[in-house]
């Protein structure tokens, strides 16, 4: 049995679990779920506006009861596609 709707971590709740402003972070698309059994995963991409790597990283919570615990960020790669 999946979840149909819950309350997701707002951008303002990921800024401030970072400790960042509005204009230091631009967020990409939105954000992406993934469920098994036992947990909720919740992830959300973006990049920091001053970085001149332009790194894409994610933001990752896990839905504990009613709650969202943040639990970190990782970088994402990106691969690219030899012809």
């Not at 401030?16 to 509005?22: A, K, T, V």
Request: no cysteine.
């Amino acid at each position: 049995m999946t979840l149909l709707s819950f309350i997701i971590p707002t951008d303002k709740d990921i800024l401030r679990d970072l400790n960042e402003n509005s204009r230091s972070i631009k967020f990409i698309g939105l954000g992406d779920f993934s469920q098994k059994i036992n947990e909720i995963k919740f992830s959300r991409t973006f990049s920091y506006r001053f970085d001149k790597e332009k790194t894409l990283k994610q933001v990752i919570y896990f839905k504990q009861g009613l709650v969202w615990q943040f639990e970190g960020v990782v970088s994402l790669q990106e691969k690219s596609i030899s012809k």
